[in-house]
């Protein structure tokens, strides 16, 4: 697919097929992850790769918007390391990480949705504790993939009002 | 997936213009990004004049790439537009990282030059620009007709990567 077709049609896609993704499209995913700009170039970002069913079921008992990772075929979480990032551009950077994610995926066919952790605090607490999360690196956010089993034409979000010319 | 892996930041450009309907573009693939229950608080301010690239350079050291840069687009956030409060931050970085990525699809190059979270630089923006005072900049996106070709980097780092847990 087309980058301008991969970002134009992206959804938030939360109803998979048993179909699970091959590692491999896994890896392309990480990779275009890594691939996002950061502040200074100090990539700050980790990544948790998640398809243990037991686990995934865990996050919805303490994130309430999450109930799609029941039948996701993984998640990723996406982290920042805080000594390598100590200013708040981490969390530029791993958002940035975090949508190229999603416009990959897009362009490899699969389905995903991005669920907010950061800032909030029980999310953040309960992302640490159940992946074992050291001190220093904070949870962004946890992107659900899979096959979707649901097609969702792209959106018209093109708002002339929100731009403004050489001064506000 | 090329586009993904082939973005680079470009520096140095040629001083040629991007045409209107191209900028339109970019701007529909920025405002094409998630955003948290949908809350889409961006705005958008597309600076051509070169006095305020300067204006802009004087503020933000890092965007001296702006003096032969065809357009300065600074991606901001209204945070009185969320639903759902903390993640405009979030949001507008998305909707910048579709601008970039279209910007490297289409053949012209960028770089993203960080504005929040330092104060004075939001302070100093939003006075040049006459934001409303609750409007917060999160970027200076310095945007031209390349003139230096990056190849692809490979930052993929195994050890980034952990499964299951930690």
Same mark, same amino acid.
């Given at each position: 697919?087309?980058?301008?077709?991969?970002?134009?049609?992206?959804?938030?896609?939360?109803?998979?097929?048993?179909?699970?993704? $091959?590692?491999?499209?896994?890896?392309?995913? %990480?990779?275009?992850?890594?691939?996002?700009?950061?502040?200074?170039? @100090?990539?700050?970002?980790?990544?948790?790769?998640?398809?243990?069913?037991?686990?995934?079921?865990? #996050? $919805?008992?303490?994130?309430?918007?999450?109930?799609?990772?029941?039948?996701?075929?993984?998640?990723? #979480?996406?982290?920042?390391?805080?000594?390598?990032?100590?200013?708040?551009?981490?969390?530029?950077?791993?958002?940035?990480?975090?949508?190229?994610?999603?416009?990959?995926?897009?362009?490899?066919?699969?389905?995903? #949705?991005?669920?907010?952790?950061?800032?909030?605090?029980?999310?953040?607490?309960?992302?640490?504790? %159940?992946?074992?999360? $050291?001190?220093?690196?904070?949870?962004?956010?946890?992107?659900?993939?899979?096959?979707?089993?649901?097609?969702?034409?792209? @959106?018209?979000?093109?708002? $002339?009002?929100?731009?403004? @010319?050489?001064?506000? | 997936?090329?586009?993904?892996?082939?973005?680079?930041?470009?520096?140095?450009?040629?001083?040629?213009?991007?045409?209107?309907?191209?900028?339109?573009?970019?701007?529909?693939?920025?405002?094409?990004?998630?955003?948290?229950?949908?809350?889409?608080?961006?705005?958008?301010?597309?600076?051509?004049?070169?006095?305020?690239?300067?204006?802009?350079?004087?503020?933000?050291?890092?965007?001296?790439?702006?003096?032969?840069?065809?357009?300065?687009?600074?991606?901001?956030?209204?945070?009185?537009?969320?639903?759902?409060?903390?993640?405009?931050?979030?949001?507008?970085?998305?909707?910048?990282?579709?601008?970039?990525?279209?910007?490297?699809?289409?053949?012209?190059?960028?770089?993203?030059?960080?504005?929040?979270?330092?104060?004075?630089?939001?302070?100093?923006?939003?006075?040049?620009?006459?934001?409303?005072?609750?409007?917060?900049?999160?970027?200076?996106?310095?945007?031209?007709?390349?003139?230096?070709?990056?190849?692809?980097?490979?930052?993929?780092?195994?050890?980034?990567?952990?499964?299951?847990?930690?």
């Amino acid at each position: 697919m087309e980058a301008i077709e991969a970002i134009m049609s992206r959804r938030s896609i939360r109803k998979y097929s048993d179909k699970k993704i $091959p590692e491999e499209i896994i890896t392309k995913l %990480l990779k275009a992850a890594m691939n996002a700009p950061s502040a200074h170039n @100090r990539q700050p970002w980790h990544f948790i790769v998640v398809d243990d069913r037991e686990t995934l079921n865990k #996050v $919805p008992e303490y994130h309430q918007y999450s109930k799609m990772l029941e039948n996701a075929s993984h998640a990723i #979480v996406v982290l920042g390391d805080n000594e390598v990032q100590t200013s708040d551009f981490w969390i530029h950077d791993c958002s940035a990480a975090t949508e190229n994610i999603l416009i990959a995926a897009n362009a490899l066919g699969l389905g995903a #949705v991005w669920l907010g952790v950061h800032p909030h605090e029980t999310l953040i607490e309960g992302t640490k504790k %159940l992946f074992n999360i $050291p001190a220093h690196v904070t949870p962004l956010g946890i992107i659900s993939l899979g096959y979707p089993e649901e097609t969702r034409p792209p @959106r018209e979000n093109y708002n $002339p009002e929100r731009i403004h @010319r050489n001064k506000w | 997936m090329k586009t993904i892996l082939g973005r680079r930041s470009i520096r140095k450009f040629t001083g040629e213009t991007i045409p209107d309907e191209d900028v339109k573009k970019l701007l529909e693939a920025a405002m094409a990004a998630p955003s948290a229950c949908n809350q889409q608080p961006w705005h958008f301010v597309v600076v051509r004049d070169k006095k305020t690239h300067g204006a802009i350079m004087d503020i933000q050291p890092y965007t001296k790439m702006l003096e032969k840069s065809s357009v300065a687009i600074l991606v901001c956030a209204d945070p009185d537009l969320q639903t759902c409060p903390g993640f405009w931050v979030q949001d507008t970085s998305a909707a910048t990282e579709n601008l970039l990525l279209a910007v490297h699809a289409m053949g012209y190059g960028a770089t993203w030059c960080g504005i929040y979270p330092n104060d004075e630089k939001v302070w100093q923006i939003r006075e040049l620009l006459g934001l409303p005072k609750q409007v917060m900049p999160l970027n200076v996106i310095a945007i031209g007709v390349p003139d230096e070709e990056k190849p692809p980097s490979d930052r993929y780092k195994e050890e980034r990567i952990h499964h299951e847990k930690w």
